[in-house]
């Protein structure tokens, strides 16, 4: 059946029709409005479907933390038809078998495409690479590459991993953190850190390793993906390295740009992650560079932990939050209400730039006749106080619990398969088949 959105204001403008036929969209003066399902968007903003291009699903092995099923319910309800799953599972995506097993759940969990990324090193252990390849030739078709959870360390290593992926057209995303800098570090070096009795994290642990890749990269001619910038120094290398015209994109998280280290006095390990929550200097020279463009994309690093994980001494605490339903509403109050981007702009951060990046096909003329119907429809008026029954994976883990956030996802269509109707998500049966 056709599907006719009325009254939609597209990527924030004045309100148009939007009509979904056989999986794309088509001109609206095309469709019989008598027999179209309509859906009426009167004071809604209409998104192309969100790309996230750092989620850890945790399956195979973290199923009591987050299962692809359960991941693909929180990306849906947060507005996601596509995540790209990251390796860091047990056993690592290190294999064809891995990352093929990612894509099968994902297809049959049919709410949102799973793009597996394949790992960089063996085992993530940093001392030989994985077959790329291979992994990069495999029915999930790898597309980017990453560590993430830890760093590629080893100078020499990253250089043969970033001409590797040169040469299958694809790209290094870097978890940057100086092994050596950040022993035994839980929060942000800070005067903070000292009074709270914490192991400091440096900015320079984060900024120095970007630094050293933006040259390999150069020296290369590989593209590199920063994960999760979280200092005003990495944002400074990263403006450089993209003045010089070397192949650099970034990401900034959510938390990252709304979440400061004063939260920590309260010793919860929900505000536990990594890297570390940052100073009032950080998160402001991180909303200039996503503003500006120094920063690409935002992704969520939503990274679920089951409750035993994370209600422990600060310092014992897992890394990692989970952001998936809750992302949209952040660079809404972070970035929307303060006048740094316009809703076309969150398109931008949020689906076309990272499905770019991630070389993931039918979001690069997004919400125009002839493409994917990947659509969002979004309530920016509303404003709720986060609470468990907003989040749907299998793990509770947000820094946004008793938050009050704008904006509810409302409806989504992926590939013209509705997956949320009035902020419901769908069963995964009834989206089953277009997840591929």
Known sequence: MTTLLTNA???????????????????????????????DATGLIALPGLVDLHTHLRQPGGEQAETIASGVRAAAAGGYTCVFAMANTNPPADTPAVVEQVHRLGVDAGLATVRPIGAVTVGLAGERLADMTMLAGSAARVRVFSDDGHCVADAELMRRALEHAASLGAVVAQHAQDPHLTRG???????????????????????????RDAMLAELTGARLHICHVSTVETVEVVRAAKARGIAITAEVTPHHLLLTEELVRSYDGRFKVNPPLRADRDVQALREALADGTIDIVATDH???????KQTAFADAAFGMVGLETALSVVQRAMVETGMLDW?????????AP?????EPGYDAPLEPGSPAHVVLVDPAVRRVVDVSHLHGRSTNSPFLGVELPGRVLHVWHAGTRTVADGLVATASSAKGVAG
Request: net charge negative.
């Open 9 to 39: 204001s597209v990527l924030g403008g004045a309100p148009r029709d939007l009509a979904i036929d056989a999986g794309v969209l088509v001109d609206p003066a095309t469709v019989d409005r008598d027999t179209a399902e309509v859906v």
């Open 185 to 211: 570090s839980v929060m942000h070096e800070s005067p903070l850190a000292a009074e709270l009795g914490l192991t400091g994290w440096p900015s320079a642990a984060e900024a120095s390793i970007v630094a």
């Open 303 to 309: 990274a679920p932990h089951a409750p035993e994980a």
């Open 344 to 352: 076309s702009g969150v398109a931008r951060v949020m689906s076309t």
């Open 355 to 359: 499905a770019a990046i991630g070389s």
